[in-house]
């Protein structure tokens, strides 16, 4: 489904990346780790268009998205996250949620005297889909709150939530869990495995959790000095020596 081939990204005398080669399949929950700046979250910002790459090409279900911008990859139902969620924190949850749809036919003024019918039941339409979507996160009864009184781990829910909102087909989270609980850190990841099997969602996930990677991934890839220097199943990858050198520093 997506597919990063052979990406160079420089910034002045750093090589980001290094001719990373990577695949992701349809509905598998493919990870990335490896030390702070081995290149991982470079090659989130460089699939979503936030960075474009120097050299090679990415693909998604065969086509090149490398020259399109974030807005047109996110057209396309490519969605992510953040490590820092980026929420609208003196708006309340829902109206975080109510953000994020693609495609709404606004609240402009041709909209607002010509198709306000449409508008009207496609906010409906958006509400009842997020009180859904909080629901199943566990956010349903918060939806009133300003987002700014949420704790750190319901910001990441929140994220989760309104990335969900866009009808994704493949959704790459940058550290959802990263200072979060370890109760909620699971409760995460156990909804991602939910939404994998129930709706049949891609994910490409960056995260420090090295353990919780191991039991929820179904494909783990290594990044170290902004090189892919591994990859396979996540607890044949984890117990290679080299892993372990790449972590105290030694390769």
Same mark, same amino acid.
């Given at each position: 489904m ?14 980001a990346?290094?001719? +990373? @080669?990577?695949e992701v ?9 490896? &030390? ?9 910002? +460089?699939? =979503? ?20 911008? &974030? ?5 396309k ?7 820092? &969620? ?5 708006? =309340? !949850? ?13 609240? *402009?003024?041709?909209?607002?005297? /010509? ?10 339409? %958006? ?10 996160l *566990? ?28 009808? &994704? ?13 370890? =109760?909620?850190?699971?409760?995460? /990841? ?17 995260? %420090?959790? !090295? ?30 020596p080299?892993?372990?050198?790449? @972590?105290?520093?030694?390769?």
């Amino acid at each position: 489904m997506l597919t990063v081939d052979n990406v160079h990204k420089r910034f002045g005398g750093l090589k980001a990346l290094d001719g +990373v @080669y990577m695949e992701v399949e349809k509905g598998t929950i493919t990870s990335i780790i490896g &030390p702070n700046g081995s290149g991982k979250s470079t090659l989130i910002n +460089v699939i =979503t268009a936030l960075y474009e790459p120097d050299e090679g090409d990415i693909r998604f279900n065969g086509s090149s998205i490398r020259r399109l911008k &974030p807005h047109q990859v996110f057209e396309k139902g490519i969605v992510r996250t953040f490590q820092v &969620p980026r929420i609208f924190p003196r708006m =309340t !949850v829902l109206e975080n949620m109510m953000l994020a749809p693609r495609r709404q036919t606004g609240e *402009g003024i041709t909209a607002n005297f /010509f198709r306000w019918k449409k508008v009207d039941a496609e906010e409906e339409e %958006h509400a009842k889909k997020a009180l859904e979507i909080l629901k199943f996160l *566990g956010l349903a009864h918060l939806k009133n709150e300003l987002a700014m009184n949420l704790s750190g781990g319901q910001m990441k829910l929140l994220e989760l939530g309104r990335a969900l909102m866009a009808d &994704p087909t493949v959704l790459l989270l940058d550290e959802p869990v990263a200072g979060v609980n370890p =109760t909620l850190a699971r409760k995460i /990841f156990d909804a991602i495995t939910t939404l994998r099997r129930e709706q049949g969602l891609t994910f490409l996930i960056v995260e %420090h959790n !090295v353990d919780l990677l191991v039991e929820y991934s179904d494909h783990l890839y290594v990044m170290h000095r902004g090189k892919v220097v591994l990859s396979g199943h996540p607890k044949e990858v984890i117990r290679s020596p080299k892993v372990m050198d790449i @972590y105290l520093g030694e390769v």
